[in-house]
C-alpha cells in the first residue's frame, strides 16, 4: 500500500471525526435522556443515514458479497426484502413505540405484560448482542480490513491468526471509545458522514470491477461480459440448492428482516429519538428508498469478484476485501478503507450502545439501583459497555471457522429474533394475552430453536424443511401458544396503551403514497431479474 492510500485513508477518518466533534461538542451527557436518545431531536435525513450505516456493517459488506460470490443474485433478497418491513415499521410498529414514549423495546414489554417479560427480553438481548453480533461485527470488519489495507503487507505480521486478533482489539477499541463517550447523536451523526462516503465508495467499487471485467471499455461492456458468463448468477429468484430459495422470501426471510428493522433495539433506538413522529416515519421509509441500492453495492461485486476470481482457490468472505484492493486506485482505497472503517465502528458502535441502553436503563436503573441519578445511570452504562465490549473481542477470533460467515449469522440470530418478534406482534395486536404466556413464549422458542439447531437426530429436520421455512413454523406456533393462553387465562383488564406525550404524534402525510411507491419498485426489481 503507497503513501497516497494512507493519507487518504487518516485524512476522511480524521475528517469525519472533527465534523462529528464540532457538530456534538456542546451536547450535554450527563442526562440519560440526552445520552441515549439524543434528547428526542432526531431528524429524517440523520435517521435516515443512522439506519442505513448501523445496517451497513462489514459483516454485510463482506458477508453478503460473498453470499453473492457463492450464490450470485438471489442473495438480494436480504436487501430487497428490507423494504417491506421498512413500510411495516415505519405504518404499524412506529407510531406504537413513539405514542409510549419508551428508551427500549424491554421497557415497551414491561408496560405491556409485565417486569419479568422486561428482563427476560434484556437478558435475550444483552446475551445475543455480546456472543453473536458484537463479534460477528468485528471478525467481519478485521477480515475486510485486512484484505483491503493489506495489513500483512503493512505490519509485516506473517500469521493471519495473530493479526486477525490484533486487527479485532484495535477495532474494538475504538469502536468502544467512540460508542460510550459519544452518546447516540454523535453516533448518529458520524454515521450519517460515512454512510455517504460509504455508498459513493461502494458505487465506485462496481465502477472500476465492471471496467475491469470489460478490459476498459465501460460498465455496459462489463455488465454485459458477467450476463453472457454467468447467467445463472443473476437471477433474481434463488432456487432449493441456494442459500436463500425464493419461496423463504415469504417465511423465514421476511420475519427476520421484521426482527431486525422493527423491533431490534440496535437499529431502531435511533427512530426513538426522532422528533416528531412525522420526522420519524420520512427517516424510515427514505431508509426503504436507499436499501433499493443495497443490491448494486452489496451484491454486484460479489459476483464481479466470481468473475475475476473463480478457480483461484479465494474464500467467499474474502473476495470482497481482494477485489476492493485490485480494481480501486490508490488514493480511493484509502478513502474507501476510511468509509469502511466507519462502517464498522457505526455497527459495533450502534450494537454497544444499544446494549449498554439495555442494561443501564432496564436492569441497572430498574432492578438494581431504582434511585440512581442520571449520572450514575450514564457511568453504568459506559461500564457495561466496556464489559460487553471485551466479551466480543474475545469471542470474534472464534467466528473463523465458519464457512460463511452471513448465512451464520443468519441462522442463530433466528434463536432470539423469532420468540422477541412473536411476543411483541402479540403485545401489540391483542389486549388480553396475559405476561405468562409472553413468558413462556419467550424461553419455549428460544430452547426450541436452539434444540432444532444443535441437537441430533433435532437438526435433520431442519435440514429437510429448511431453516428459514423451520422458523417461520416455530413463529406460528408460538402465536397461536400465547392466543390460547390468552382466550383460556386472559388478563383481568384489557391493555390500554397510554400516549405518553413525549413527542408530537401527527404522521406524516405523504406515508401511504411514500410506503405504496416503494413496494410497487420492490416488485418491479424482482420481475426485471427473473
Known amino acids: 500500500m503507497n503513501a497516497l492510500t494512507l493519507v487518504s485513508f487518516f485524512f476522511f477518518t480524521a475528517l469525519v471525526a472533527l465534523i462529528t466533534w464540532r457538530m456534538t461538542r456542546h451536547d450535554d451527557h450527563r442526562h440519560s435522556s440526552s445520552y441515549f436518545l439524543a434528547g428526542r431531536s432526531l431528524t429524517f435525513p440523520i435517521i435516515a443515514g443512522s439506519l442505513l450505516m448501523t445496517n ?56 405491556r405484560f409485565d417486569r419479568t417479560t422486561q428482563l427476560l427480553a434484556n437478558i435475550i438481548f444483552m446475551v445475543a448482542y455480546a456472543a453473536i453480533l458484537l463479534p460477528s461485527i468485528l471478525y467481519s470488519g478485521a477480515l475486510g480490513l485486512m484484505g483491503l489495507l493489506d495489513l500483512q503487507t503493512l505490519t509485516g505480521i506473517e500469521s493471519n491468526a495473530v493479526l486477525l486478533v490484533l486487527t479485532i482489539v484495535a477495532v474494538g477499541v475504538g469502536g468502544a471509545i467512540y460508542a460510550l463517550f459519544g452518546g447516540l447523536r454523535s453516533i448518529a451523526i458520524s454515521d450519517t458522514i460515512n454512510g455517504v462516503g460509504l455508498l459513493i465508495g461502494g458505487l465506485m467499487i462496481v465502477y472500476f470491477g465492471l471496467n475491469a471485467i470489460s478490459d476498459g471499455h465501460g460498465i455496459l461492456a462489463g455488465w454485459e461480459t458477467l450476463k453472457t458468463s454467468h447467467p445463472e448468477k443473476m437471477r433474481s429468484w434463488g432456487t432449493e440448492e441456494q442459500s436463500v430459495p425464493f419461496s423463504t422470501l415469504f417465511t423465514g ?37 436507499l436499501k433499493l441500492l443495497g443490491p448494486l453495492y452489496l ?123 412473536s411476543v411483541i406482534v402479540v403485545g401489540f395486536l391483542t389486549r388480553r394475552v396475559p405476561a405468562m404466556a409472553a413468558n413462556l413464549a419467550l ?24 431453516n428459514f421455512h423451520f422458523i417461520a413454523i416455530v413463529m406460528v406456533l408460538l402465536v397461536l401458544m400465547m392466543l390460547a393462553i390468552g382466550k383460556m387465562r386472559p388478563r383481568a383488564e384489557p391493555w390500554v396503551q397510554q400516549d ?29 431479474f427473473i
Not at 258 to 282: D, H, P, S, V
Not at 339 to 367: E, P, Q
Not at 502 to 517: L, Q
Open 299 to 421: 451484491v454486484l461485486p460479489g459476483i464481479i469478484a466470481f468473475h475475476m476470481y473463480t478457480g483461484q482457490g479465494v474464500k467467499a468472505d474474502a473476495a470482497y476485501g481482494q477485489l476492493v484492493h485490485d480494481v480501486l486506485p490508490a488514493p480511493l482505497t484509502g478513502f474507501f478503507a476510511a468509509a469502511m472503517v466507519g462502517a464498522i465502528l457505526s455497527s459495533f458502535n450502534s450494537a454497544l450502545n444499544s446494549t449498554a441502553t439495555l442494561f443501564s436503563l432496564d436492569v441497572y436503573k430498574a432492578r438494581l439501583k431504582p434511585d440512581a441519578t442520571d449520572a450514575q445511570v450514564v457511568r453504568a452504562s459506559k461500564w457495561s459497555g466496556w464489559l460487553m465490549a471485551i466479551a466480543a473481542m474475545s469471542i470474534a477470533p472464534l467466528m473463523a471457522s465458519q464457512e460463511s460467515l452471513f448465512v451464520y449469522v443468519q441462522k442463530v440470530n433466528s434463536l432470539y429474533y423469532v420468540p422477541l418478534l
Open 443 to 466: 424461553v419455549l422458542g428460544c430452547v426450541i430453536i436452539a434444540a432444532f439447531y444443535f441437537v441430533p437426530p433435532l437438526t435433520g429436520v431442519v435440514d429437510i424443511v429448511s
Open 56 to 111: 451497513l456493517s462489514t459483516e454485510q459488506m463482506v458477508g453478503l458479497n460473498g453470499a453473492a460470490f457463492t450464490d450470485g443474485l438471489s442473495v438480494m433478497a436480504w436487501e430487497i426484502v428490507a423494504v417491506v418491513t421498512l413500510v411495516t415499521m415505519a405504518m404499524f410498529f412506529l407510531p406504537r413505540f413513539l405514542k409510549s414514549g419508551v428508551t427500549t423495546v424491554p421497557e415497551l414489554l414491561a408496560l
Open 253 to 289: 426471510v421476511l420475519l427476520l428482516n421484521m426482527f431486525y428493522w422493527c423491533t431490534n433495539q440496535q437499529i431502531i433506538q435511533r427512530t426513538f429519538a426522532a422528533k416528531t413522529l412525522a420526522e420519524g416515519q420520512k427517516g424510515v421509509l427514505l431508509t426503504g428508498l
Open 500 to 528: 405518553a406525550g413525549a413527542i408530537d404524534m401527527t404522521p406524516w402525510s405523504k406515508a401511504w403514497p411514500a410506503s405504496i411507491a416503494l413496494l410497487v419498485l420492490v416488485v418491479a426489481i424482482y420481475l426485471a
